[in-house]
């Protein structure tokens, strides 16, 4: 099987902050774990860096907005290695290899009668690079997201036919529930399509910055269409001298709510109009907040993901993200939030469960993991365990994938007080018992590790190498006998020297 997921890529006109670190972090999990199931696996992230989003925050610098976007990509780049993002590529939209299939593509629709020469006007906001329609502008003709006044524009463009996909869109909606995910999102961007489709323009005539239109050169194509196709083409030049779309494309898309009309609606149509398959799936996610507030450069309520890794490691950032806030729904993350789940749930749960397993088969068993059976009520719990995970992240539900392999992590430690090795090592008749109940453990640490390895990669591998595991599939419970010598190891969560 092959799995092909995507982040959006961000624009150049600020600094990376934990928004956007979220969103790549979700799509590396997902990468991770596929990895995991031996699935092919090309992720994508990378940097959007036309249009006015980038053009003005360029102008306002006095600087270039190439030389803004060399500045800002590695910026972007970096905090993808910090996260320990495990993209196969990253794209830049000023690629030569994306503007000259960008271009082929557009060619390819407006070939195709899709395209048209017409007037625009109405309203239009520069940070969004989106022509809004009635319902989306705000009081005093404002944006409803970025609240500041929208431009007044009348201008001669292309247009995309966007009207002509409404019957198309309605029936992929119906054929495919399940394309757009959390289905509140579907329902929202169903009924955008239902209230009837307007054309949407292709270009624009006033701005310099983007990539030629190519039978209209003193145009360039609307930012949103050379962003979107990045999706497309990253897969024909990311990989040196190999084309891999036949092999990944379809891709499955994450991303926040605030872009979901132009992936929804607009993708899937221009797609269409150009001959090429629609997306697997994307999943619509929500905002992290801090007090309250969607965090954003404009807001300048940022919370550096540099500072919280330096704290927090780059691995407690991944749970914490996830573990806070329900994956889909907009939820609060503070820095008090991150300790307190830091020490109650991965110093004191996880890894306190790691050092007593490993530290009592040290004591008791010479540093090998017994070969024996797991009792059944401990095997009971783990059954089905990796399928229902695997279900839950098919769907791209983060968060309850990770309830469901916490929920193993709380019955580990609930089966350690429950048997008391310490009790049963007095005794020499219970050494029987002994071997199955540090069996149990071990075995289910391993198992429950594997699961974990996606959303933390650095301190599941610390943990799998310790119990003498070097693969990293997921496993079934019991699936591996005894017999392994344990290896050294740090705590994986130290606690956090308070100042
Ligand atoms: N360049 C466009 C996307 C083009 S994709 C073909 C863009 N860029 S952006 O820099 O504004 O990034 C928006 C995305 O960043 C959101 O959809 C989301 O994935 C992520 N986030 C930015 N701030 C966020 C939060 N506060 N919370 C969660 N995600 C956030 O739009």
Redesign the pocket.
């Known amino acids: 099987m092959s799995f092909y997921v995507t982040?959006?890529?961000?624009?150049v006109n600020g600094e990376p902050?934990l928004?956007?670190a979220?969103?790549t972090i979700a799509a590396d999990i997902l990468a991770r774990h596929h990895r995991q199931r031996s699935d092919d696996v090309f992720f994508l992230t990378g940097t959007?860096e036309h249009g006015e989003p980038v053009a003005q925050q360029a102008e306002a610098e006095g600087v270039t907005p190439r030389e803004l976007g060399d500045r800002l990509a590695p910026r972007f780049k970096e905090m993808a290695r910090k996260i320990n993002a495990s993209n196969d590529f990253f794209i830049r939209t000023t690629d030569e290899g994306h503007m000259e299939r960008v271009q082929k593509i557009v060619q390819r629709v407006h070939d195709n009668g899709h395209v048209y020469e017409g007037m625009y006007e109405g309203w239009y906001c520069p940070r969004c690079a989106d022509f809004k329609t009635e319902s989306e502008v705000g009081p005093d003709n404002t944006c409803l997201i970025h609240k500041t006044p929208l431009t007044r524009e009348k201008q001669k463009n292309w247009f995309f036919k966007l009207s002509a996909f409404q019957a198309d869109l309605e029936r992929l909606y119906e054929e495919r529930p399940d394309f757009v995910i959390p289905e509140f999102r579907r329902n929202e961007a169903l009924s955008f399509i239902k209230q009837g489709l307007q054309d949407v323009s292709l270009s624009r005539p006033t701005l310099k910055w983007g990539v030629p239109v190519p039978w209209d050169t003193d145009q360039v194509i609307y930012v949103w269409f050379d962003?979107?196709l990045?999706?497309y083409t990253a897969l024909g030049y990311g990989i040196e001298g190999e084309d891999v779309t036949k092999k990944f494309w379809p891709p499955f898309h994450i991303?926040?709510k605030?872009?979901l009309k132009?992936h929804a609606v607009y993708w899937p149509a221009f797609l269409m109009a150009a001959d090429i398959e629609v997306p697997r799936r994307m999943f619509i996610?929500?905002?992290?907040?801090m007090e309250g507030h969607?965090?954003?450069k404009s807001l300048g309520n940022v919370l550096d993901p540099d500072k919280v890794i330096e704290q927090f490691g780059a691995d407690a950032l991944r749970f914490y993200c996830f573990r806070e806030v329900s994956f889909g729904q907009d939820g609060q993350i503070s820095p008090a939030g991150f300790e307190s789940r830091y020490e109650t749930e991965l110093a004191d749960q996880y890894g306190n469960l790691a050092n007593r397993v490993l530290s009592m088969i040290g004591r008791y068993r010479d540093g090998e993991i017994p070969d024996a059976d797991a009792e059944a009520e401990l095997a009971a719990d783990f059954n089905g365990a990796v399928d229902r995970v695997l279900g839950l992240l098919d769907a791209a539900e983060l968060t309850q994938a990770l309830e469901e392999i916490w929920r193993l992590v709380r019955r580990l430690n609930q089966y350690v007080e429950e048997t008391k090795p310490w009790e049963l090592s007095k005794d020499e008749s219970s050494a029987g018992r002994l071997d199955a109940v540090l069996y149990g453990l071990a075995e289910g640490l391993r198992v429950t590790t594997l699961l974990l390895h996606a959303y933390m990669p650095e301190t599941t591998a610390r943990l799998l190498d310790a119990l003498g595991e070097s693969g990293r599939e997921l496993a079934e419970f019991g699936s591996r006998g005894g017999g392994q010598s344990l290896g050294e190891l740090a705590p994986l969560f130290p606690k956090l020297q308070t100042a």
Do not use: E, Q, R, V
């Open positions: 982040t959006p890529i961000y624009y902050h928004g956007h979220y969103s959007d962003a979107l990045n999706y991303l926040a605030d872009i132009f996610h929500g905002y992290l907040l969607k965090m954003s």
